[in-house]
């Protein structure tokens, strides 16, 4: 490596973290070690030369990310105030959306074998691989970066296939916890439920979380509220404990190595199975 380039590249925002710091540390569960340990925004959720690729410029994936995130973080900001957004600002959420996991750790980790999602895991990477050009040329790791530095660039340029689709129904629902707080993973974003009538759900502080509708369910929800896709709608809906829970269940289980838990306060490191550990960290 040489010294242009940035050895600590994170896969999860860093304005996104450090709305889930608690007397300054995070409560970070590894789950490779099973232990909790208190952690800051610069330390976790990272890889050391995470997007680094000898075709690529040095930092040219981590640097069009920092010019990205200057966006993001107020609209983020925004969202949480509860403002209006413009159709064009919904358009860079979306953009947000996709940028997100694209990004993430569970991109890389679900493209790399590391762990299936079902019995269908082979063929989702395969149909992903054809749709958006990237074929195999001998070594899988770089494959996947080039692919992860293509996919970014096409969302960015509004030129990505899945952006295009999410674009055409700019519907948002704000979920917001008002006791228990909201886990956030290395993976970034989360599906729940069927790909075609399901939801992309993606974390933002321990009391937002962002859902975005697909295809079908969002045009019905569109419908009934009499949007269209010209419009910005913003939904904002408070939810009950259970349901924090399940989508705390959902970023524990498909996180690949580790997440952040709000609800637990760490002091020191404290191994899962000892006295001082709760017995479910989740609150699943």
Known sequence: ???QQTKVQHYIPRFILKKFLNSGSLNFFDKRY???LPKTPTGS????YFYEHDDFNPN???DLLKTR???YAPLVDKIISKGKLTLQEHETLIEFRHVTYYR???FVGFHTYKKDRGGGGSDQRSDWRRINGIFELGNLEEDIKRSQLRAIQDVINRKDAAYQMSALTPICIVYTASDRKFAIGDNGSISIGEEFDGV???VISPSHALIFPKARTALELMGKVGATNQVSTIEYREIDNDFVDIINRCVCERAFEY???PNINVSSSIEVGSKKSPEKPMGA
Do not use: H, L
């Open 259 to 261: 997440y952040i838990d």
């Open 34 to 36: 099973k232990k909790f």
């Open 45 to 48: 959720m990272y890889g050391e």
């Open 200 to 202: 992309a759900v993606i």
């Open 1 to 3: 490596m040489t010294n």
């Open 69 to 71: 995130e200057t966006i």
């Open 104 to 106: 993430s750790n569970e």
């Open 60 to 62: 040219e994936i981590e």
